[in-house]
């Protein structure tokens, strides 16, 4: 078997210095983890959007510490070479940072991730220094927070005005201070997206950040087009599997239907002799008698 080494932290930082972009998948299960991991995805991020990709809620704020921990779980299993980050959801991160420091380690304890991610800036960098004191790296996210949706009036292009602009270029800095190992760049232009990369040393993981961040994330059913529920611009489908998943199903139910399925080929038998002797047996209850 070949032999692949694990990603880092520190990989991740030589990536940056050395212009390597970094690919990362978002994932939520082993099957999908497992076809990241071969395909050479660098960092596989168990995203709070499962919410809205896998579970069917309108945004990731009905999503649970316990959610996380059962779909970190699965990813970590069949993560060889990626390296697993998982979200801590919404408000599992503010209030006390002894609670804080709780969940993330119970992403990595029961969850098996090797990292945390938090939304927000400067506000969170207390959670962020905890975090990383107690030995847990941290991944940062600014621009489009989807936890903060209902407070930012909705799935919004951010930074686009010079106010909002040196917010996001302050809390960047903000956060690299408090020791993230990076930042996920959401919904950003991509002119500021490259003013943010410059200033860090860090690198800068973009989603519909354009071209000038350090590497990339995208969803895997969003990538394959496996029952995306969103269509952004920023994604691009590399393939479409919805597509012949229900031709598949549909041919299925057909077959069912017309009594097609299972054929001879699909089903088992009983020895001759086996079979004539039950049939004896049960012969006479079959009339009744």
């Known amino acids: 078997?070949?032999?692949?080494?694990?990603?880092?932290?520190?990989?991740?930082?030589?990536?940056k210095t050395e212009g390597e972009k970094i690919a990362m998948v978002t994932a939520y299960d082993y099957p999908s983890a497992l076809l990241a991991d071969q395909a050479g995805a660098d960092v596989i991020l168990v995203g709070d959007s499962l919410g809205m990709v896998v579970l069917g809620y309108d945004s990731t704020v009905p999503v649970t510490m316990d959610d996380m921990v059962h779909h970190s779980k699965a990813v970590a299993r069949a993560a060889k070479r990626c390296f697993v980050v998982t979200d801590m959801p919404f408000l599992s991160y503010h209030g006390s940072l002894d609670r804080t420091l709780a969940n993330a380690a119970r992403l990595m304890q029961e969850g098996g991730a090797k990292a945390v991610k938090m939304e927000g800036g400067r506000e969170i960098a207390d959670s962020v220094k905890a975090c990383v004191n107690a030995g847990i790296p941290v991944m940062g996210h600014i621009g489009l927070t989807p936890q903060a949706v209902h407070q930012l009036g909705g799935f919004k292009l951010q930074g686009r005005q010079p106010e909002q602009a040196r917010k996001l270029i302050d809390d960047a800095l903000a956060l690299e201070q408090a020791g993230v190992f990076g930042i996920v760049l959401e919904m950003v232009p991509e002119e500021l997206a490259g003013l943010i990369t410059e200033r860090l040393q860090v690198p800068t993981i973009g989603i519909g950040a354009g071209r000038l961040c350090d590497g990339q994330v995208l969803v895997y059913h969003d990538m394959l087009?496996?029952?995306?529920?969103?269509?952004?611009?920023f994604v691009k489908a590399y393939?479409?599997?919805?597509?012949?998943?229900?031709?598949?199903i549909s041919a299925y139910v057909r077959e069912v239907k017309e009594g097609a399925f299972p054929g001879e080929?699909?089903?088992?038998?009983?020895?001759?002799?086996?079979?004539?002797?039950?049939s004896g047996l049960y012969a006479g209850a079959k009339r009744g008698e």
Do not use: C, W
């Open 225 to 233: 087009q496996y029952a995306s529920p969103l269509k952004p611009k």
């Open 239 to 248: 393939a479409n599997v919805g597509e012949p998943i229900v031709a598949g």
């Open 1 to 15: 078997m070949e032999y692949r080494k694990a990603i880092s932290t520190f990989d991740l930082k030589k990536m």
């Open 265 to 278: 080929d699909n089903v088992y038998h009983m020895d001759g002799s086996a079979l004539e002797e039950i």
